[in-house]
């Protein structure tokens, strides 16, 4: 059973911030939401995490709904090397965690 | 460091041949995960270990496919016999796993594209 739910695809202008949404209403307390790419060809990358509260680092923003049923992954100035798979997974944290893949979003920034 | 080193990065062989696929995980990474990647069926977890033990291997598609982690810095996936239908990319992954700090960020390596004709 899916855990999330993404759009299949997004278009961004480049300069222009990416808001990328994430659906996972049945996230559980314990349940971490984690945002990953791939660029074609390569492997997964991390891009970020969060519990609860909002996240930013280098790369991007988490911002994480009240309620925790939806999350928004921001690339605030696109570029096209960020034109990838975007990967929204839900996962509960301890010694067995796993990460389950689905389908993404392919995101594609235009010149 | 240089990151998760899979080997070999291209493997092309014939249905029936015995196929080992190979990892290195980041040093001191204590969590290594095998992924296969298909147009049709995207990314699965194949199997993980946590300090060289197997944890998880319900991804493991059928009794072809072993995984073995004979120590922290080494990791095989073997198919024996091939198939067609297991061609694939396979990735290998390594984490610090969870706790201490750690917060489970997976290491992706650049991948194994297998072509089983």
């Known amino acids: 059973d899916a855990k999330t739910t993404q759009p299949p695809s997004m278009d961004c202008a480049e300069g222009r911030a990416a808001n990328l949404p994430c659906n996972h209403s049945?996230?559980?307390?314990?349940?971490?939401v984690y945002w990953y790419r791939q660029i074609h060809s390569q492997g997964p990358q991390y891009i970020i995490h969060?519990?609860?509260n909002n996240e930013t680092n280098e790369m991007a923003s988490l911002i994480i709904t009240e309620d925790r049923k939806s999350s928004t992954l921001i690339l605030p100035h696109a570029t096209l090397r960020d034109t990838a798979v975007y990967y929204c997974?839900?996962?509960?944290?301890?010694?067995?965690?796993?990460?389950?893949f689905g389908k993404g979003t392919l995101l594609t920034v235009n010149p | 460091d240089a990151g998760v080193i899979q080997s070999p990065r291209h493997e092309v062989t014939e249905m029936g041949q015995e196929v080992t696929l190979r990892c290195k995980p980041i040093?001191?990474?204590?969590?290594l995960f095998w992924y296969r990647q298909t147009m049709m069926r995207g990314l699965e977890l194949l199997i993980y270990?946590?300090?060289?033990?197997?944890i998880d291997d319900s991804g493991m598609p059928e009794d072809r496919f072993s995984a073995k982690m004979p120590n922290a810095s080494f990791s095989t996936l073997k198919i024996q016999p091939s198939e067609p239908r297991d061609s694939a990319v396979y990735f290998c992954?390594?984490?610090?796993?969870w706790g201490g700090g750690a917060t489970g960020e997976l290491f992706f390596g650049e991948g194994s594209r297998l072509t089983v004709l």
């Open positions: 040093s001191g990474h204590n969590s």
């Open positions: 049945t996230i559980s307390g314990n349940e971490y």
């Open positions: 969060g519990l609860k």
């Open positions: 270990f946590n300090n060289n033990v197997p």
């Open positions: 997974i839900v996962s509960a944290g301890g010694s067995n965690y796993k990460l389950t």
């Open positions: 992954a390594s984490s610090l796993g």
